[in-house]
């Protein structure tokens, strides 16, 4: 059974907010370089802006060496690296137009790989067909359109550029949050890996409402609430977002997210109440837009109650309609007939066979 107590909160360096002191690059020969401390003797980089880290570093490998400058000789050492480093930076940097181009189009077609979920290794087909094309309508650029990289390491990279890129946007919006709700959904895949998808809905001080897929994390084991707190709190930690602003919570119906003493909503109120939240509206199975309008008239009708509105188990317009219509009699034979093709593998492969003979859109099983 899942247990209801929360373990102690492991200290996390990202949140701890380090900066870069400029006394290190003095003492040390470190500079900061995209929020990371470079070595300027050995071009190696440190995990951690922490000064004992640095100094670890400096001491055993570099001491030896360069204790022996000091004053303004050490001042001209230490300016000296940094132009080399400079220099070995802007040959990286530097890019022509033309170069630019072929890269561009090589982020374009891995995103609309990536959107139409086409497998990376297609980039070189496509590859394929644009030299293919630029040999009938224009022989003189096919040699241009041979220069764009789509192998599936360049689209694979491409594609981890554009996710990062995307996630970057959402933080940044995150962090102008006033108020946000989330929803949680747990699904089986097709390979029978539970996927918990987190969703996010926020506005900021202008009222400027963002609703975005937050993270899709896999639950390779169990999936008791635990989990499912383990997997929220690790997604408000990316986002840098506190539970003190957490205003809706929307579930579905399962017990590791609604039971009553150890569910995932337990738990996170718990959380809540602890940063003096006791505000947080839960909502099951309804629209995820509701929670936020119920907070509207809940500010707005306060008078001091901090008792959470609970809604449990709203009917599925599809679970009505099929009660309505008294479709017993047809989804009785067709549950018969799924649980018998997916008995055995037998049945599934001749079912398949049944299915290619009739020349059927659907190949394999699709429910």
């Given at each position: 059974m899942a247990s209801s107590t929360v373990g102690p909160k492991?200290?996390?360096?990202?949140?701890?907010?380090?900066?870069?002191?400029?006394?290190?690059?003095?003492?040390?020969?470190?500079?900061?370089?995209?929020?990371?401390?470079?070595?300027l003797i050995c071009n190696e980089s440190v995990s951690v802006m922490k000064e004992y880290n640095i100094k670890r570093h400096y001491d055993t490998k570099h001491a030896n060496k360069f204790d022996k400058y000091k004053g303004q000789f050490r001042q001209d050492q230490v300016n000296s690296l940094k132009r080399k480093l400079s220099a070995q930076q802007q040959v990286f940097t530097r890019a022509n137009p033309e170069s630019t181009c072929y890269v561009k189009a090589s982020y374009a077609i891995a995103a609309i790989l990536a959107k139409k979920s086409k497998p990376f290794s297609d980039g070189e087909i496509v590859k394929e067909c644009l030299e293919s094309v630029a040999e009938m309508l224009c022989p003189e650029k096919k040699k241009e359109f041979s220069k764009i990289s789509l192998s599936r390491q360049t689209i694979t990279r491409r594609v981890d550029d554009i996710g990062k890129h995307v996630e970057d946007k959402l933080k940044n919006r995150a962090s102008e949050f006033i108020y946000y709700s989330l929803a949680l959904d747990e699904s089986t895949d097709m390979t029978d890996t539970a996927q918990v998808a987190i969703f996010i809905r926020g506005v900021d001080a202008n009222f400027n409402k963002t609703e975005e897929l937050a993270a899709l994390f896999p639950l390779k084991d169990t999936t008791k609430s635990r989990d499912l707190l383990e997997a929220v709190q690790t997604t408000l930690n990316r986002f840098s977002l506190q539970l003190n602003n957490l205003s809706g919570l929307t579930t579905d119906g399962a017990p590791a997210m609604v039971g009553t003493h150890k569910g995932l909503v337990k738990l996170i109120e718990n959380e809540t109440c602890k940063v003096g939240n006791t505000?947080?509206?839960?909502?099951?199975?309804?629209?995820?837009?509701?929670?936020?309008?119920?907070?509207?008239?809940?500010?707005?009708?306060?008078?001091?109650?901090?008792?959470?509105?609970?809604?449990?188990c709203i009917i599925h317009q599809e679970n009505l309609c099929a009660k309505s219509l008294k479709m017993d009699h047809v989804m009785k034979v067709v549950i018969k007939i799924v649980n018998f093709i997916k008995s055995q593998g037998l049945n599934h492969r001749q079912f398949q066979e049944f299915l290619k003979s009739f020349e059927s859109e659907f190949r394999i099983r699709i429910w």
């Open positions: 492991k200290r996390k360096v990202a949140e701890e907010l380090r900066s870069f002191q400029d006394r290190w690059t003095d003492t040390y020969f470190f500079v900061e370089f995209k929020t990371k401390p470079i070595c505000l947080m509206l839960n909502f099951h199975c309804i629209i995820h837009h509701e929670g936020l309008v119920k907070l509207i008239e809940t500010e707005a009708c306060k008078v001091g109650n901090t008792s959470m509105l609970n809604f449990h």
